[in-house]
């Protein structure tokens, strides 16, 4: 079955606690994505990746990290996580001129 | 930066009534894409138009692309229980490097 597989769906963290969160798609797509979505903000653009080793910072980059050493895992990487990264997090994954398949979500609480 | 506005925020609807929701967009686009989310889980994608692309269907979908008034609308006909979820708009932008970037959605509710 062709998927986003995210990892893991719910994750309560302490402020400053070095974070990863997968995300893994089997559908050899060239572009992936991070997004959170926010109450009121809706979904906004974290870090996207275009190919193998090529990554660009999307709306809300500050605070995040993401490495694409493999076409198929993109994760994100939170360094040093504070409250404000409360969020729910989607990564997704699209070849060139198609929709996006999303992941499941991850529910991230910073405390 | 936002890009697609969709409206209305919000609306509710009887069983079997048909839904409109619009989306305004600010930029060019190679195409616009419709996603549903039902609460707190992932957006799945229902449909894609692109912008030399004036109507799409896709079962009691209807997608229209007004690209000289920048706008699209999603018409959901006949409207079930189970349509209620939040609907939002996403545009593929033409300048090179540039992902989709979603409007704040819709949420419809259909109640029976």
């Known amino acids: 079955e062709a998927q986003v597989t995210q990892n893991p769906r719910y994750l309560i963290t302490v402020t400053g606690k070095k974070l990863t969160v997968t995300c893994s798609q089997n559908m050899n797509h060239e572009y992936m994505s991070w997004y959170r979505q926010d109450p009121g903000l809706g979904l906004r653009q974290i870090y996207y990746?275009?190919?193998?080793?090529?990554?660009d910072k999307g709306d809300v980059p500050e605070g995040y990290k993401v490495s694409r050493k493999e076409k198929r895992n993109f994760p994100l990487i939170l360094e040093s996580p504070s409250p404000n990264q409360t969020s729910l997090y989607f990564c997704?994954?699209?070849?060139?001129?198609?929709?996006?398949?999303f992941g499941s979500g991850t529910r991230l609480t910073v405390v | 930066s936002q890009q697609g506005e969709e409206d209305p925020q919000a609306l509710s609807i009887q069983e079997g009534e048909n839904a409109t929701m619009n989306c305004s967009y600010k930029t060019s686009i190679n195409n616009l894409q419709w996603y549903r989310q039902n609460s707190g889980r992932g957006l799945v994608h229902l449909i894609l138009?692109?912008?030399?692309?004036r109507e799409k269907h896709s079962g009691r979908l209807r997608v229209t692309l007004d690209t000289s008034k920048k706008s699209s609308s999603l018409l959901i006909t006949a409207s079930r229980a189970a349509d209620t979820a939040s609907y939002f708009c996403?545009?593929?932008?033409?300048?090179?490097?540039?992902?989709?970037?979603f409007g704040k959605g819709t949420t419809l509710s259909v109640s029976s």
């Open positions: 996403a545009t593929d932008s033409s300048q090179a490097g540039t992902a989709l970037i």
């Open positions: 997704a994954s699209r070849c060139t001129g198609c929709g996006y398949t």
């Open positions: 138009i692109r912008s030399n692309e």
């Open positions: 990746s275009m190919n193998v080793e090529v990554t």
